[in-house]
């Protein structure tokens, strides 16, 4: 089944300051990204959300595609932020996706760093954040989020081992608009608390389930092994490697070894 999605569904009653106050429904885009684009550089609201049920050419963070058939969730936020608040909005949209599964499901959701959120050690939602950062300041930033709601992995070859859905965690139906309106309702809880962000860094720190882990990162043409041992207020990961030097990293994709130390 797939969960009619509508704009006026997901906005009716929601409450919100700022983000759902005005959404755009497509059944079918190439990409939520590239709309939003579109409607931030038109001077779109603040907060305005562009939701499809389908993407054909869904990406990823480093290139990657990201799968949206129908059935799942695939929507983009845009935002006018300061420039120094920047870094938290991967912070505030992995917690709010986070909180919204586990308040919707009953699931407990847990975030890989730096923006992955995963339930039972396997991904189930991913974050993109893109903005246009000029001299005098952030033209625009969006964000991108996709959680696999109804997806079999099994039927995916190429995310089958890693990934996961709320209807595969659940054993059943999962509300995608119950998800999206939970969403956008902590999302702009968690946005009204910035630009100051210690907050929003201190529950994601808080949520990160690679801290303490051993890990592989891949960060551009660098892959690293050693202990993740905290974050920075920026979000920057701090590696604790074999021969006790340090290493920061601002960007990579991390797996999780098994075993600590
Ligand atoms: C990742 O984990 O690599 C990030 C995936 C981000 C996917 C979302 S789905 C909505 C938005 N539109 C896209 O094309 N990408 C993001």
């Known amino acids: 089944m797939t969960d009619g999605l509508s704009a006026s569904s997901i906005s009716a009653g929601l409450g919100t300051e700022l983000i759902g106050r005005k959404v755009i429904y497509r059944s079918r885009v190439a990409s939520t990204m590239d709309e939003a684009r579109r409607e931030a550089r038109q001077g779109a609201a603040a907060g305005t959300v562009i939701v499809a049920d389908e993407q054909t050419a869904g990406r ?125 309702v902590e999302m702009d809880r968690l946005y009204q608390s910035l630009p100051g962000g210690g907050a929003v860094y201190e529950q994601w720190r808080q949520r990160l389930v690679t801290l303490g882990r051993r890990v592989r990162v891949v960060s551009g043409s660098e892959v690293l092994e050693g202990i993740a041992e905290s974050v920075a207020a920026e979000g920057s990961l701090l590696l604790r490697r074999a021969d006790g030097s340090t290493t920061m990293i601002v960007a990579g994709d991390v797996t999780l070894r098994e075993t600590k130390g």
């Open 60 to 184: 990823g963070r480093i290139k990657r595609l990201w799968l949206t058939p129908g059935g799942n969730i695939a929507l983009s936020v845009i935002l006018y932020p300061e420039i120094t608040s920047l870094p938290y909005l991967i912070m505030m949209a992995s917690l709010a996706v986070s909180y919204s599964i586990e308040a919707v499901t009953g699931l407990a959701a847990q975030i890989k760093w730096p923006n992955d959120v995963l339930i039972n050690g396997k991904k189930v939602c991913g974050i993109l954040v893109e903005s246009d950062v000029r001299r005098g300041g952030v033209a625009y930033a969006i964000i991108g989020i996709g959680v696999n709601v109804a997806l079999l992995p099994s039927d995916y070859p190429e995310i089958e081992t890693t990934a996961t859905s709320l209807a595969a965690e659940t054993g059943g139906e999962v509300s995608r608009l119950a998800v999206i309106r939970r969403l956008l």
